[in-house]
């Protein structure tokens, strides 16, 4: 082994950022804030807006919550995902409804 932590056969996983949620204000109240990257391009989303931002701001932004997506994960994997939404929002998934 070449002392990389990696065997024979194993595949090196990298993540790509692609979302982060930060939240304002206080434990007991605020508001959430998201920025998404979407063709190489980061935006900052708030509620009545949708602005193209620095990477240099998402990196400095306080993060709450950070959303990764596995290199080499195809559209359709994603398509499979993104068609569970309606059924988990409607309590089919896990939701005991």
Avoid: M, Q
């Amino acid at each position: 082994s070449g002392g990389d932590g990696e065997g024979a056969g194993e595949e090196c996983l990298i993540f790509d950022c692609f979302g982060v949620v930060v939240h304002h204000g206080t434990i007991n109240a605020g508001h959430y804030t998201t920025y998404v990257r979407h063709c190489g391009l980061w935006y900052a989303c708030d509620d009545a807006w949708v602005v193209a931002v620095s990477e240099e701001e998402v990196r400095k932004a306080r993060a709450y919550l950070l959303f990764y997506l596995r290199r080499g994960v195809t559209d359709d994997a994603l398509e499979d995902v993104a068609s569970l939404v309606p059924t988990a929002l409607e309590g089919g998934i896990g939701g005991g409804g």
